[in-house]
């Protein structure tokens, strides 16, 4: 299985301002998701992004609030832009873990960021 | 579109006791079913799955979940918890477009 990580882990921000998340995976795959996890919430995906192509925003998140870059099958950031409290949340980024002839694959997790926006 | 119900927020059992986690779905297709668990602080960890075939399936840590197609439901089951099992669990389906719709989540306490 993909093995995930994110940086930063956690972090404190001003509102109006913007933090890029990272998310670096140690083996390459297609798909990649970023998801947003709100406090006491479940997991709400915001988009899919893979790697050559512009990344597909789920029904409320638009790319000037939440831009994604894609640049390699390793790497992938989200940005939350002009940030205001109503962000502050966990935000986890998913590979797809494809085995050849499966159909239905699971995905794998990082182990998030947390936002606080002040 | 799918959906996830977990009809339960927050279940608390005793250490040593059963348990078991409730979930119903909503797809118009065969689904792809998943169990995940996350701990305080931590990321998600894939407790189990299911694609097809066998519909009671085996996962980590003693977990295990029955497909039940007519009554749309992936209830997760433990026969014995541990006070390491005191975390919270999604409930997850799946679509051939990959996307994954998580329900609600269940907190599960375990007390001594």
């Known amino acids: 299985s993909a093995v995930i990580s994110q940086k930063p882990s956690r972090d404190i921000c001003q509102r109006g301002t913007s933090l890029t998340i990272q998310c670096q995976v140690d083996?390459?795959?297609?798909?990649m998701f970023w998801y947003r996890q709100q406090p006491g919430q479940s997991l709400t995906l915001i988009a899919t992004a893979n790697q050559g192509s512009e990344a597909t925003y789920e029904s409320g998140f638009v790319i000037d609030k939440f831009p994604i870059s894609r640049p390699n099958l390793t790497f992938s950031t989200l940005t939350v832009s002009n940030m205001s409290p109503e962000d502050s949340s966990i935000y986890l980024c998913?590979?797809?873990?494809?085995?050849?002839?499966?159909?239905?694959?699971?995905?794998?997790f990082g182990p998030g960021t947390r936002l606080t926006v002040l | 579109a799918q959906s996830v119900t977990q009809p339960d927020i927050h279940i608390t059992v005793s250490e040593g006791a059963s348990l078991e986690l409730r979930c119903n779905y909503s797809y118009g297709a065969t689904p792809y079913l998943f169990w995940y668990v996350q701990s305080p602080g931590q990321g998600l960890q894939l407790l189990l799955k299911y694609f097809s075939g066998d519909t009671l399936v085996q996962g980590i840590k003693g977990f295990e979940a029955e497909f039940k197609r007519s009554q749309s439901s992936f209830n997760l089951r433990k026969p014995s918890v541990h006070w390491s099992d005191a975390a919270e669990y999604f409930c997850a389906v799946g679509a051939r477009d990959y996307k994954l719709s998580f329900g609600a989540g269940t907190t599960v306490t375990v007390r001594a």
């Open positions: 998913s590979v797809e873990d494809l085995e050849p002839g499966l159909v239905g694959n699971e995905q794998f």
């Open positions: 083996s390459q795959v297609t798909m």
